[in-house]
């Protein structure tokens, strides 16, 4: 009888534990419209370097770009496509330079990345379904 009631509670703390598990996201399987926005913020004044992947899937090549700076647009994507930003500042700026970079598809952030020091850069990429 003291296995049977063991064996009884053991069942209902598992199937208590298993359903006060949070719900995975599942990832769109076709293509779905998303609303991209990248932003870059720093202490200092200008960024020397940004590429990021723009709205065509391309890469978008700027320099000596004034901070904060914010890009967006719509991008239609699918699974395993990507998403991606590279921001540096120059060369030889003080030890205490820091710059951050931030991406987000339909107004939720999914990944950002802060570079610290006198070649700091901010690398972030965020693969769809990842």
């Known amino acids: 009888m003291k296995k049977f009631a063991y064996l009884l509670l053991s069942?209902?703390?598992?199937?208590?534990?298993?359903?006060?598990?949070?719900?995975?996201?599942?990832?769109?399987?076709?293509?779905?419209?998303?609303?991209?926005?990248?932003?870059?913020?720093?202490?200092?004044?200008?960024?020397?370097?940004?590429?990021?992947?723009?709205?065509?899937?391309?890469?978008t090549t700027l320099s000596n770009v004034a901070l904060p700076a914010t890009y967006s647009f719509k991008r239609t994507m699918k699974l395993g496509d990507h998403v991606g930003i590279l921001a540096s500042l120059p060369s030889g700026s003080p030890a205490t330079s820091e710059i951050t970079a931030s991406i987000s598809l339909d107004g939720k952030e999914v990944k950002k990345e802060t570079g610290r020091g006198s070649s700091a850069q901010a690398v972030p990429v965020w693969v769809i379904g990842q």
């Open 11 to 59: 069942c209902a703390a598992l199937t208590t534990a298993s359903s006060c598990s949070k719900e995975k996201e599942v990832a769109p399987t076709g293509p779905k419209e998303y609303q991209v926005e990248y932003k870059v913020t720093s202490n200092a004044s200008v960024a020397d370097y940004l590429s990021y992947d723009n709205e065509s899937g391309g890469s």
